[in-house]
Protein backbone atom coordinates (compact mmCIF):
# COMPACT_ATOMS: atom_id res chain seq x y z
CA UNK A 1 0.00 0.00 0.00
CA UNK A 2 1.65 3.25 -1.44
CA UNK A 3 0.94 6.46 1.17
CA UNK A 4 2.46 9.77 0.85
CA UNK A 5 5.02 10.94 3.08
CA UNK A 6 3.70 12.73 5.93
CA UNK A 7 4.86 16.37 5.86
CA UNK A 8 4.86 17.68 8.94
CA UNK A 9 5.43 15.15 11.12
CA UNK A 10 8.48 14.45 8.89
CA UNK A 11 9.82 18.48 9.70
CA UNK A 12 9.23 18.06 13.20
CA UNK A 13 11.11 14.30 13.07
CA UNK A 14 14.05 16.02 11.93
CA UNK A 15 14.40 19.77 13.49
CA UNK A 16 12.54 19.79 16.82
CA UNK A 17 15.17 18.57 18.65
CA UNK A 18 17.94 20.86 16.84
CA UNK A 19 16.48 24.37 17.77
CA UNK A 20 17.00 26.95 20.02
CA UNK A 21 13.48 28.38 20.03
CA UNK A 22 10.97 25.68 19.32
CA UNK A 23 7.78 28.04 17.68
CA UNK A 24 6.75 24.90 15.85
CA UNK A 25 5.20 23.10 19.15
CA UNK A 26 1.26 22.36 19.45
CA UNK A 27 1.12 21.02 22.22
CA UNK A 28 0.69 22.80 25.66
CA UNK A 29 3.55 22.60 27.83
CA UNK A 30 3.34 18.90 28.66
CA UNK A 31 3.26 18.57 32.70
CA UNK A 32 6.11 16.38 34.81
CA UNK A 33 4.99 13.60 36.87
CA UNK A 34 5.31 16.04 39.63
CA UNK A 35 3.08 18.58 38.04
CA UNK A 36 0.27 16.07 37.82
CA UNK A 37 0.46 14.86 40.97
CA UNK A 38 -0.15 18.20 42.21
CA UNK A 39 -3.00 18.66 39.98
CA UNK A 40 -4.36 15.86 40.82
CA UNK A 41 -4.50 15.99 44.20
CA UNK A 42 -3.03 12.96 45.01
CA UNK A 43 0.30 12.80 47.14
CA UNK A 44 1.56 9.65 44.84
CA UNK A 45 -0.10 9.31 41.09
CA UNK A 46 1.39 5.62 41.07
CA UNK A 47 -0.04 4.77 44.71
CA UNK A 48 -1.79 1.51 44.60
CA UNK A 49 -0.27 0.23 41.75
CA UNK A 50 2.84 -1.76 43.52
CA UNK A 51 0.83 -5.21 42.82
CA UNK A 52 -0.53 -4.51 39.91
CA UNK A 53 0.50 -6.91 37.35
CA UNK A 54 1.58 -5.37 33.86
CA UNK A 55 -0.63 -7.38 31.91
CA UNK A 56 -3.24 -5.81 28.90
CA UNK A 57 -6.02 -4.97 31.12
CA UNK A 58 -8.81 -3.72 29.50
CA UNK A 59 -8.94 -3.91 25.97
CA UNK A 60 -10.75 -1.24 25.45
CA UNK A 61 -9.98 0.70 28.37
CA UNK A 62 -10.87 0.46 31.69
CA UNK A 63 -14.00 1.16 33.04
CA UNK A 64 -12.90 4.14 35.27
CA UNK A 65 -10.94 5.66 32.18
CA UNK A 66 -13.88 5.73 30.03
CA UNK A 67 -16.55 7.72 31.97
CA UNK A 68 -13.91 10.49 32.30
CA UNK A 69 -13.30 10.38 28.94
CA UNK A 70 -17.46 10.34 28.23
CA UNK A 71 -17.56 13.11 30.38
CA UNK A 72 -16.11 15.63 28.61
CA UNK A 73 -18.93 15.47 26.13
CA UNK A 74 -22.68 16.47 26.94
CA UNK A 75 -24.51 12.86 27.11
CA UNK A 76 -22.07 9.64 26.34
CA UNK A 77 -21.07 7.53 28.03
CA UNK A 78 -18.62 4.49 28.69
CA UNK A 79 -19.96 2.47 26.00
CA UNK A 80 -19.42 5.32 23.46
CA UNK A 81 -15.61 5.19 24.28
CA UNK A 82 -12.64 3.05 22.98
CA UNK A 83 -9.16 3.72 23.70
CA UNK A 84 -6.90 4.30 21.38
CA UNK A 85 -2.70 4.82 20.88
CA UNK A 86 -3.41 8.99 20.27
CA UNK A 87 -5.73 10.94 18.24
CA UNK A 88 -3.29 9.83 15.26
CA UNK A 89 -4.16 6.14 16.06
CA UNK A 90 -7.88 7.08 16.42
CA UNK A 91 -7.63 8.65 13.27
CA UNK A 92 -6.21 5.93 11.47
CA UNK A 93 -8.02 3.09 12.95
CA UNK A 94 -11.61 5.36 12.01
CA UNK A 95 -10.43 5.74 8.53
CA UNK A 96 -9.41 1.85 7.67
CA UNK A 97 -12.70 1.13 9.36
CA UNK A 98 -14.78 3.43 7.80
CA UNK A 99 -13.60 3.83 4.05
CA UNK A 100 -13.07 1.78 1.18
CA UNK A 101 -11.64 1.98 -2.26
CA UNK A 102 -14.12 3.87 -4.29
CA UNK A 103 -15.85 5.89 -1.40
CA UNK A 104 -16.04 9.34 -1.81
CA UNK A 105 -14.98 11.49 0.87
CA UNK A 106 -14.40 15.23 1.62
CA UNK A 107 -11.94 16.37 3.46
CA UNK A 108 -11.90 20.07 4.58
CA UNK A 109 -8.55 21.46 4.29
CA UNK A 110 -5.69 22.46 5.30
CA UNK A 111 -6.03 19.94 8.04
CA UNK A 112 -3.82 17.31 9.57
CA UNK A 113 -2.07 15.34 6.93
CA UNK A 114 -4.05 12.21 8.05
CA UNK A 115 -7.71 13.44 6.80
CA UNK A 116 -5.75 13.21 3.42
CA UNK A 117 -3.12 10.76 2.55
CA UNK A 118 -4.67 7.87 4.51
CA UNK A 119 -8.21 7.70 3.06
CA UNK A 120 -6.23 8.11 -0.46
CA UNK A 121 -3.70 5.25 -0.02
CA UNK A 122 -7.12 2.99 1.26
CA UNK A 123 -8.38 3.87 -2.46
CA UNK A 124 -10.97 6.19 -1.47
CA UNK A 125 -12.22 9.27 -3.92
CA UNK A 126 -11.13 12.30 -1.77
CA UNK A 127 -12.04 15.87 -2.69
CA UNK A 128 -10.41 18.34 -1.15
CA UNK A 129 -12.74 21.65 0.17
CA UNK A 130 -10.60 24.59 0.80
CA UNK A 131 -11.16 26.72 3.47
CA UNK A 132 -9.55 30.12 2.65
CA UNK A 133 -8.07 33.13 4.83
CA UNK A 134 -10.65 35.76 2.84
CA UNK A 135 -13.17 33.48 4.99
CA UNK A 136 -11.38 33.38 7.90
CA UNK A 137 -9.93 30.30 7.74
CA UNK A 138 -14.20 28.99 7.96
CA UNK A 139 -16.05 26.76 5.94
CA UNK A 140 -17.60 28.12 3.16
CA UNK A 141 -20.92 26.17 3.55
CA UNK A 142 -22.47 26.62 -0.16
CA UNK A 143 -19.08 25.46 -1.84
CA UNK A 144 -18.80 22.48 1.04
CA UNK A 145 -23.22 21.60 -0.04
CA UNK A 146 -21.91 21.43 -3.94
CA UNK A 147 -18.90 19.55 -2.78
CA UNK A 148 -21.85 16.39 -1.01
CA UNK A 149 -23.52 14.47 -3.33
CA UNK A 150 -26.07 11.72 -2.31
CA UNK A 151 -22.50 8.89 -2.23
CA UNK A 152 -20.55 10.84 0.33
CA UNK A 153 -19.38 8.49 2.63
CA UNK A 154 -17.70 10.62 5.22
CA UNK A 155 -16.30 14.16 6.00
CA UNK A 156 -13.63 14.55 7.75
CA UNK A 157 -12.65 17.65 9.02
CA UNK A 158 -10.11 19.10 12.58
CA UNK A 159 -12.17 21.19 14.90
CA UNK A 160 -10.42 23.81 16.51
CA UNK A 161 -8.68 23.37 12.96
CA UNK A 162 -4.90 22.91 12.49
CA UNK A 163 -3.13 24.75 11.49
CA UNK A 164 -5.22 27.92 11.45
CA UNK A 165 -6.65 27.62 14.98
CA UNK A 166 -10.40 28.56 13.46
CA UNK A 167 -13.47 26.98 15.41
CA UNK A 168 -16.42 26.04 14.07
CA UNK A 169 -18.89 26.66 16.69
CA UNK A 170 -22.60 24.71 17.77
CA UNK A 171 -24.74 26.35 15.14
CA UNK A 172 -21.57 25.73 12.31
CA UNK A 173 -21.61 21.72 13.11
CA UNK A 174 -25.69 22.00 12.90
CA UNK A 175 -25.07 23.75 9.78
CA UNK A 176 -22.15 20.65 9.08
CA UNK A 177 -24.37 17.98 9.84
CA UNK A 178 -27.41 19.21 7.64
CA UNK A 179 -25.23 18.98 4.53
CA UNK A 180 -24.11 15.55 5.65
CA UNK A 181 -27.33 14.10 6.11
CA UNK A 182 -28.57 13.83 2.32
CA UNK A 183 -24.49 11.73 2.10
CA UNK A 184 -24.31 7.96 2.19
CA UNK A 185 -27.61 7.39 -0.21
CA UNK A 186 -29.51 9.10 2.28
CA UNK A 187 -28.43 7.32 5.37
CA UNK A 188 -26.19 10.17 6.41
CA UNK A 189 -22.73 10.90 5.54
CA UNK A 190 -20.34 9.99 8.70
CA UNK A 191 -18.58 13.07 10.30
CA UNK A 192 -15.04 12.47 11.50
CA UNK A 193 -13.91 15.19 13.57
CA UNK A 194 -10.61 15.53 15.01
CA UNK A 195 -11.25 17.40 18.20
CA UNK A 196 -7.17 17.21 19.57
CA UNK A 197 -7.58 20.90 20.14
CA UNK A 198 -10.55 20.96 21.67
CA UNK A 199 -10.37 22.79 25.18
CA UNK A 200 -8.24 25.87 24.38
CA UNK A 201 -10.46 27.98 22.35
CA UNK A 202 -9.75 31.53 23.88
CA UNK A 203 -13.18 33.01 25.09
CA UNK A 204 -15.17 31.15 28.46
CA UNK A 205 -14.44 27.83 29.87
CA UNK A 206 -12.70 26.88 26.62
CA UNK A 207 -14.37 23.92 25.52
CA UNK A 208 -17.79 23.95 22.92
CA UNK A 209 -19.60 21.66 21.61
CA UNK A 210 -18.89 18.43 20.00
CA UNK A 211 -19.64 16.36 16.72
CA UNK A 212 -20.86 14.11 18.99
CA UNK A 213 -23.12 16.28 20.75
CA UNK A 214 -25.29 17.70 17.47
CA UNK A 215 -25.20 14.69 15.20
CA UNK A 216 -26.03 11.08 15.02
CA UNK A 217 -23.79 10.21 12.32
CA UNK A 218 -20.52 11.96 14.41
CA UNK A 219 -17.30 10.79 15.21
CA UNK A 220 -15.18 12.52 17.22
CA UNK A 221 -10.93 11.41 18.35
CA UNK A 222 -8.93 12.68 20.57
CA UNK A 223 -6.13 12.56 22.88
CA UNK A 224 -4.05 13.58 26.21
CA UNK A 225 -1.48 15.10 23.88
CA UNK A 226 -2.56 18.92 23.15
CA UNK A 227 -4.30 20.45 25.92
CA UNK A 228 -4.04 18.00 28.16
CA UNK A 229 -0.29 18.12 28.49
CA UNK A 230 0.52 14.66 28.25
CA UNK A 231 1.31 13.61 24.99
CA UNK A 232 4.33 11.13 26.08
CA UNK A 233 1.47 8.88 27.28
CA UNK A 234 -0.05 8.39 24.05
CA UNK A 235 -3.45 7.91 24.58
CA UNK A 236 -6.04 8.62 23.03
CA UNK A 237 -10.21 7.62 22.34
CA UNK A 238 -12.87 7.56 19.70
CA UNK A 239 -15.97 8.79 20.96
CA UNK A 240 -18.86 7.32 18.07
CA UNK A 241 -22.21 5.12 17.76
CA UNK A 242 -21.81 1.36 18.37
CA UNK A 243 -21.61 0.50 14.81
CA UNK A 244 -17.97 2.81 14.34
CA UNK A 245 -16.73 1.64 17.54
CA UNK A 246 -17.46 -2.16 16.39
CA UNK A 247 -15.89 -1.77 12.92
CA UNK A 248 -12.83 0.24 14.88
CA UNK A 249 -12.34 -2.49 17.28
CA UNK A 250 -12.05 -4.87 14.46
CA UNK A 251 -9.12 -3.14 13.33
CA UNK A 252 -7.62 -2.66 16.55
CA UNK A 253 -7.49 -6.11 17.43
CA UNK A 254 -4.76 -6.34 14.60
CA UNK A 255 -2.25 -3.31 15.60
CA UNK A 256 -3.13 -2.12 18.87
CA UNK A 257 -4.18 -4.37 21.54
CA UNK A 258 -4.89 -2.47 24.64
CA UNK A 259 -2.82 0.52 25.73
CA UNK A 260 -0.56 0.09 28.76
CA UNK A 261 -1.96 -0.46 32.20
CA UNK A 262 0.25 2.77 33.99
CA UNK A 263 -0.99 5.26 30.63
CA UNK A 264 -4.53 4.61 31.28
CA UNK A 265 -3.96 5.06 34.90
CA UNK A 266 -2.34 8.48 34.83
CA UNK A 267 -4.61 9.39 32.02
CA UNK A 268 -7.55 8.71 34.49
CA UNK A 269 -5.99 11.15 37.08
CA UNK A 270 -5.68 13.64 34.67
CA UNK A 271 -8.89 13.16 33.54
CA UNK A 272 -10.60 13.32 36.69
CA UNK A 273 -8.73 17.01 37.95
CA UNK A 274 -9.61 18.07 33.94
CA UNK A 275 -10.96 21.45 35.58
CA UNK A 276 -7.67 22.53 37.16
CA UNK A 277 -5.42 20.88 34.17
CA UNK A 278 -7.70 22.78 31.78
CA UNK A 279 -7.52 25.63 34.10
CA UNK A 280 -3.94 25.84 33.17
CA UNK A 281 -3.48 25.14 29.81
CA UNK A 282 -6.18 28.37 29.53
CA UNK A 283 -3.73 30.78 30.81
CA UNK A 284 -0.53 29.55 28.97
CA UNK A 285 -2.74 29.40 25.26
CA UNK A 286 -4.12 32.79 25.87
CA UNK A 287 -1.64 34.69 27.51
CA UNK A 288 0.82 33.25 24.88
CA UNK A 289 -1.56 34.69 22.09
CA UNK A 290 -1.38 37.92 23.40
CA UNK A 291 2.54 37.78 23.04
CA UNK A 292 2.14 36.35 19.63
CA UNK A 293 -0.39 39.17 18.31
CA UNK A 294 1.32 42.01 19.72
CA UNK A 295 3.77 40.66 17.82
CA UNK A 296 1.85 40.41 14.60
CA UNK A 297 0.37 43.99 14.94
CA UNK A 298 4.17 45.02 15.47
CA UNK A 299 6.28 43.04 13.11
CA UNK A 300 5.54 44.55 9.08
CA UNK A 301 4.84 41.97 6.19
CA UNK A 302 3.37 39.33 8.26
CA UNK A 303 -0.14 39.05 8.39
CA UNK A 304 -2.86 35.88 9.73
CA UNK A 305 -6.49 35.41 11.02
CA UNK A 306 -5.90 35.66 14.93
CA UNK A 307 -6.88 32.04 15.91
CA UNK A 308 -9.92 31.67 18.46
CA UNK A 309 -8.86 28.63 19.62
CA UNK A 310 -6.18 25.63 19.28
CA UNK A 311 -2.63 26.17 19.59
CA UNK A 312 -1.07 27.19 16.38
CA UNK A 313 -2.17 29.92 13.74
CA UNK A 314 -0.91 30.65 9.84
CA UNK A 315 1.14 33.32 9.21
CA UNK A 316 1.56 35.04 5.88
CA UNK A 317 4.66 37.09 5.05
CA UNK A 318 5.96 39.31 2.43
CA UNK A 319 9.55 37.86 1.12
CA UNK A 320 9.94 36.32 -1.99
CA UNK A 321 11.09 32.89 -0.82
CA UNK A 322 9.46 29.37 -0.12
CA UNK A 323 8.34 28.55 3.41
CA UNK A 324 10.76 25.60 3.65
CA UNK A 325 13.80 27.20 2.58
CA UNK A 326 12.87 30.43 4.96
CA UNK A 327 12.66 27.85 8.09
CA UNK A 328 15.79 26.06 6.88
CA UNK A 329 17.42 29.94 7.02
CA UNK A 330 15.35 30.56 10.02
CA UNK A 331 16.36 27.91 11.69
CA UNK A 332 20.21 27.90 10.55
CA UNK A 333 20.82 31.68 11.77
CA UNK A 334 18.69 32.18 14.91
CA UNK A 335 17.76 29.07 16.09
CA UNK A 336 14.06 29.52 15.90
CA UNK A 337 12.07 26.53 14.88
CA UNK A 338 8.62 27.23 12.60
CA UNK A 339 6.78 24.95 10.22
CA UNK A 340 6.56 25.73 6.97
CA UNK A 341 3.31 25.91 5.25
CA UNK A 342 4.64 23.95 1.99
CA UNK A 343 4.42 20.66 4.19
CA UNK A 344 1.04 21.03 5.16
CA UNK A 345 -0.32 22.47 1.45
CA UNK A 346 -0.81 26.12 2.70
CA UNK A 347 2.37 27.61 0.72
CA UNK A 348 3.18 31.38 1.50
CA UNK A 349 2.83 30.72 4.85
CA UNK A 350 4.17 30.06 8.27
CA UNK A 351 2.42 27.76 11.51
CA UNK A 352 3.43 29.18 14.74
CA UNK A 353 2.82 27.40 18.30
CA UNK A 354 1.70 29.02 21.05
CA UNK A 355 1.68 26.94 23.37
CA UNK A 356 4.86 26.41 24.62
CA UNK A 357 6.48 28.39 27.63
CA UNK A 358 6.02 31.76 27.13
CA UNK A 359 9.77 32.56 27.75
CA UNK A 360 10.46 30.81 24.41
CA UNK A 361 8.06 33.41 22.91
CA UNK A 362 9.58 36.28 24.48
CA UNK A 363 13.56 35.38 23.09
CA UNK A 364 12.35 33.70 19.50
CA UNK A 365 10.14 36.27 18.34
CA UNK A 366 12.47 39.42 18.74
CA UNK A 367 15.24 36.99 16.64
CA UNK A 368 12.35 36.27 14.12
CA UNK A 369 12.15 40.10 13.72
CA UNK A 370 15.85 40.46 13.02
CA UNK A 371 15.59 37.63 10.26
CA UNK A 372 13.32 39.24 8.45
CA UNK A 373 14.51 42.90 8.70
CA UNK A 374 17.59 41.52 7.52
CA UNK A 375 15.95 39.68 4.86
CA UNK A 376 13.97 42.92 3.47
CA UNK A 377 17.09 45.05 3.92
Request: aromatic share 6%.
Amino acid sequence: MHIDPFGVEMWMNAHENHCAYNLAETCVTSLTLDELTALSGRNDPLAGLGPTRLTYGAIEGSDRLRDAIAGLYADRTRADVLVTHGTAGANALVWAAMASAGDPVVSLVPTYQQHISIPESLGADVTQVRLRPEDGWLPDWDVLDGAVTAETRLIALTNPNNPTGTWIEAAGLRRLAEIARRGNHGAGAWVLVDEVYRGSQQAGDGMGASIVDVYGRGISTASMSKVFSLAGLRLGWVCAPAEVLEAVSHHRDYNTISVGLIDDHLATLALEAKDRILARSREMTRGNLALVSDWVTAEPGIDWVKPVAGTTALLSYDLDIGSEQLCLDLLEEEGVLFTPGAVMGVEGTLRIGFANAPEALRAGLPRVSAFLRRRRA
